[in-house]
T-cell receptor, first 115, second 114 residues
Framework: AQSVTQLGSHVSVSEGALVLLRCNYSSSVPPYLFWYVQYPNQGLQLLLK??????LVKGINGFEAEFKKSETSFHLTKPSAHMSDAAEYFCAVSEGNTGGFKTIFGAGTRLFVKA | DSGVTQTPKHLITATGQRVTLRCSPRSGDLSVYWYQQSLDQGLQFLIQYYNGEERAKGNILERFSAQQFPDLHSELNLSSLELGDSALYFCASSASTTGNSPLHFGNGTRLTVT
């Protein structure tokens, strides 16, 4: 079964600083990878997804992620943190076949942004 | 707004009871997924339906069941409730069953079992 591991359950950055949230996946085949964000009292929203068309994927709100097969990683970055980025971020991988897929989520990383 | 509607938003019930959670997917989406989110277990996949048929199953307890109706709305039934079933239950929908189809989540139903 495929899985994702998010390093660090909590990350704290200052406003304007680089955001780096780490995700490693385990998969024997090219994976379908995603990053989602969850704000308080809301469901998850898609930030970006890896489609194999490009290793650097750009998402919403200035976030991007780089797929590195050699490192089995899909880390999420943003050059300059904003207070509104404070939320929980989930890396996810999809597994299955043409009959059905299930998306498996990592444990999540809560991002704190200090003024 | 994701377009996925879940009702009720909050549910408080006693151990041993049975509850039904309802989900209306985004317009046009044929796949519905159910997830359970708790502090100790994180976000756990329960079950997926596509156009009325069960397509994938996760860590869903035998006390739990789900179905998707012809109008594509879905219900998750939880019975013989235990304290440990207290959690946030999310429904998500997607346009297809392909692995690269992103999920659109509702705002969840918070279940409290007392």
């Amino acid at each position: 079964a495929q899985s994702v591991t998010q390093l660090g359950s909590h990350v704290s950055v200052s406003e304007g600083a680089l955001v780096l949230l780490r995700c490693n996946y385990s998969s024997s085949v090219p994976p379908y990878l995603f990053w989602y964000v969850q704000y308080p009292n809301q469901g998850l929203q898609l930030l970006l997804k890896y489609t194999s068309a490009a290793t650097l994927v750009k998402g919403i709100n200035g976030f991007e992620a780089e797929f590195k097969k050699s490192e089995t990683s899909f880390h999420l970055t943003k050059p300059s943190a904003h207070m509104s980025d404070a939320a929980e971020y989930f890396c996810a991988v999809s597994e299955g076949n043409t009959g059905g897929f299930k998306t498996i989520f990592g444990a999540g990383t809560r991002l704190f942004v200090k003024a | 707004d994701s377009g996925v509607t879940q009702t009720p938003k909050h549910l408080i019930t006693a151990t041993g009871q049975r509850v039904t959670l309802r989900c209306s997917p985004r317009s046009g989406d044929l796949s519905v997924y159910w997830y359970q989110q708790s502090l100790d277990q994180g976000l756990q996949f329960l079950i997926q339906y596509y156009n009325g048929e069960e397509r994938a199953k996760g860590n869903i307890l035998e006390r739990f069941s789900a179905q998707q109706f012809p109008d594509l709305h879905s219900e998750l039934n939880l019975s013989s409730l235990e304290l440990g079933d207290s959690a946030l239950y999310f429904c998500a929908s997607s346009a297809s069953t392909t692995g690269n189809s992103p999920l659109h989540f509702g705002n969840g139903t918070r279940l409290t079992v007392t």
